[in-house]
């Protein structure tokens, strides 16, 4: 897929974002951020994007691949997150370049982002990973214990805790993901909207290119496109 050249890249941005905004405005319930997930996307082609097509936010989901694009990425105007697993030892090389880590399922990466923030002076928004089909071969804190974890989180002092992320189980029918699409709105309602008095500033990140429609129909406000975008990765 190192073979797509950035003209093809380009014709497939312009012909699908007119799609996904349209989406957008039928289906979100309120401010919706649009994150490009730009894993195997040359930065070339991300610059169109942030250049031409209005995109704001980008996710990564490896160190590695970040790392090797984010001088060559135009930065002036773009909010870089980080969406993928990210290991403990890996949090220094990336904690003065994102502005949200999506995927924070353990204390003992909560307390090493808390530490290496402390360092250069941040305080770095995080989101909970919630497990939401009990996949033990997913990172993500469970339902049950999502509250506690949350609450754990406030020990921290540079860490700021705005919203959950969620991955479904790939495999499953729509009226499944809708549910689990649900459940996570509900545990995301109790846990942040409620406490803080509907402060409109907490994130809800879920959906992906299969699935964004219904995640916005469920109360999602941030979902994360790759292949909607840009096409199918190799
Ligand atoms: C790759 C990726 C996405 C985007 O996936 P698509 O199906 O291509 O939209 C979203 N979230 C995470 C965590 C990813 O790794």
Redesign the pocket.
Known sequence: MSERSLNEYIDIMERSITNIRADIAHHAKGNVTLLA?T?TVPAEAVNYAIDNLGITDI?E?RVQELLEKYDALHKERLNIHF??RLQTNKVKYIIDKVCLI??LDSEKLAAEIDRQARKIGKVMDVLVEINIGGEQSKGGISPENAEEFVDSLSVFTNIRARGLMV?PPATVSREEMIKYFGQTYKIFIDIFQKKLHNDNSCILSMG???SYIEALDCGSNLI??????FGK?A
């Open positions: 997930a894993k996710g989901n969406i993928g999506h995927s991955i992906m290119s299969d994360r496109l790759g292949s909607a975008l990765r």
